[in-house]
C-alpha cells in the first residue's frame, strides 16, 4: 500500500508559497502584499470552467481560482492538495483520499466527499467532456463517498494515468451548488466558485479578465495581489508595445524578433520555460488519399526543411522537435534524432514512386489528373506562437521542393470542428500542454482517442498504449513509449513533428514571483505574484 501524507502538503504549499518556481527581478524585494497588476496574455480562453480546459495558455487563468486534491512537485510526481494524503490499493484498483478539514468554496459550500463525487459525476454526464471519458477516466469504475472526509476512487483495471488527472487543470474541483446553478456552465466565469486564491469576478470578451483576492482563501496565507487583470491582446507587436510602454506591467508570449528589445531595457526582464507534454506536430490523416499511402506521408516529411523554416519564423529560438513527445519528457526517444526530413531528393522519389509523376503549370505534382493537395485546417482560438505564419512557411518549403500543395485555412472553432468531424482534413495541428505525456499519446494515437486525428485503428499500436497506462514501472513505461514512437514516428510516418512549445514571460523588475511551473513549463498562477514598492 502507497501512502502520501501530509508531509508532503508542506512540501506543496511550499511550492505555492514561492510562486511555484517564480522568478524575483532585482527590483521586486521580498513579497508585500498589496496592489494590483495587469498582465497581457496572448490566448482568450474559450472557457473558464476546468473541466473542459483544453488551452495550455489558459492555465495560469484556471489555476487562479481552481484547485484539485493532488498537484505536482518539483520532479513530476504528485502530492497532496486539497487532500491530505491519499492510499493506493496494492492490486491497483482504487485510490483513497482523506481531505483537508475546514475548506470552503467561495460560494460558502463546503468541499467533502460528496463535493467530490459531484465533480466526477458532472464530468462522466454524456457530451460534457468525452475527451478525458476516452482516456483519462475510461478505466474509472465509480466514486465512492466512505465518510465525510473520505473519498475513493475504484477503477476497472489498474491506470497510472488517474492520479495525473486528479492534479490536472481538468479535475479541478467546482463548488457543486454552482454546477448547479451556473448560467452557462459550458462557458465558465463568475458563476462557478472553486477554492483558489483569487476570485474571477469580471470577464469582458474580447478584452479582459478580471480577478479578485480570495478574502477566505484556506491556504497559509492569502494571495499577494488585491487584483489581477489579464489582458486579451492577440497580436505580438501589441502585447510588446503594451509592457514597454507601461500600460501592462507583465506579458507571455514574446516573439523572437522583440525578445532583444524586452532584454536591453534595463526596466524589464526576460525569462523562457520549455513546456510539457508532446510537441508541436503535423497529424497526417492516414484514412483518405493521398496521406493512405505512406510513401506520400514520407515524401511530405522529407520534402520539408524544418530547421530552415523554424529558423525563419522564430529566428533561432525554438526547439527543434524529432518525436511526438517533447524533449522535456522523461518518455522522449533521443535516437529519432536526425533520421529524417529535408532531403528533396528522397522526398521526389518517393513521390515518383507512389505515382505522381506529372506537374502542373503551377509547379504542383499531379497523378490522373488531381493535384497532390493536403489541407491543414486551423482553429483560430488555438493557434499561439505565430503557428500560421509557420503553417504559410510549411507551405511554400514543400512546394518548391516537391510540388506538394499544401493549402492552409484559419478558421473559427466551429468551422474547424466540422472539418474535422466530417474528414475534410489531411493534416491535423497540435500540441498538448499534459505532465504525464501517456494522456496526449492516448489521445491523439490511440484508435478510441478522442482527438485521434491520423484516424488510424491499429491493434498493436493500440496494446502499447494501454499497456503503458496500465504499469506503473518507469522504466516499462519507457519502452512501451519508445516502441510507440519508432512505430507512429519511424515506420509509419503518421506525424512530422516540429517544434518543442516554449513560453516566455517579460516583466517589469519591480514584478516579483513571476515564473512557470516547474513540471508544466507554463507560466503560473498568480498566487505568489507581487509588486515591489
Known sequence: MIRRTAALVILALALAACGNGGDDPEGAGSPQDGGSLTWGVE????????????????????????????????????????????????DGLSYTFKLREGVKFSDGTPLDAAAVKANIDQIRRPGYNPALLAVQLKNLKDVE????????????????????????????????ASLETAKNLKAGGPDLAGTGPFLLDRYTAGQEVHFTRNPGYWGERPAHLNEITYRFLKEPSVRVGALTSGQVQVIEGVPATDQQLIEADPRLSLTRGLNAGTAYTYYLNASRAPFDDVRVRQAFREALDVD????????????????????????????????????????????????????????????DGKRLTVRLVQSAPFVRDRRDVLAQAVQAAVKQSAGIDLEVSLVDQGTATKALEDNEYEVFDNSRLDTDTGVALNLLLHSG???????????????LLDDAQATGDATKRTELYRQLQQRVVGEQAL??????????????RTVGGVG??????????????????
Not at 48 to 71: I, S
Not at 449 to 463: E, M, W
Open 43 to 90: 490566448t482568450e480562453p474559450i472557457t473558464f470552467n476546468p473541466h473542459l480546459y483544453a488551452q495550455a495558455k489558459a492555465r495560469l487563468l484556471v489555476w487562479n481560482t481552481f484547485e484539485g486534491l493532488l498537484t505536482h512537485d518539483q520532479r513530476g510526481g504528485v502530492v497532496p492538495w486539497l487532500a491530505t494524503g491519499y492510499e493506493a490499493a496494492k
Open 145 to 176: 463517498v466512505v465518510d465525510p472526509l473520505t473519498v475513493r476512487y475504484v477503477l476497472t483495471r489498474p491506470d497510472v494515468l488517474i492520479l495525473d488527472f486528479i492534479a490536472a487543470p481538468q479535475g479541478a474541483l467546482v463548488s457543486p
Open 308 to 367: 530552415a523554416v523554424l529558423n525563419a519564423v522564430y529566428r533561432g529560438t525554438a526547439t527543434r522537435a524529432w518525436s511526438v513527445v517533447g524533449p522535456t519528457s522523461p518518455f522522449y526517444d533521443k535516437s529519432l534524432e536526425k533520421t529524417y526530413s529535408g532531403d528533396p531528393a528522397k522526398a521526389n522519389s518517393l513521390l515518383d514512386r507512389a505515382g505522381w509523376t506529372q506537374r502542373n503549370a503551377d509547379g504542383f505534382r499531379t497523378k
Open 449 to 463: 482517442g478522442a482527438i485521434n486525428r491520423t484516424r488510424v485503428k491499429d491493434p498493436a499500436q493500440d496494446k
Open 495 to 508: 506525424v512530422l513533428p516540429l517544434y518543442a512549445p516554449a513560453d516566455q514571460i517579460g516583466a517589469a
Open 516 to 533: 512557470f511551473e516547474p513540471t508544466a513549463g507554463v507560466p503560473v498562477s498568480a498566487y505568489g505574484i507581487w509588486l515591489g514598492k
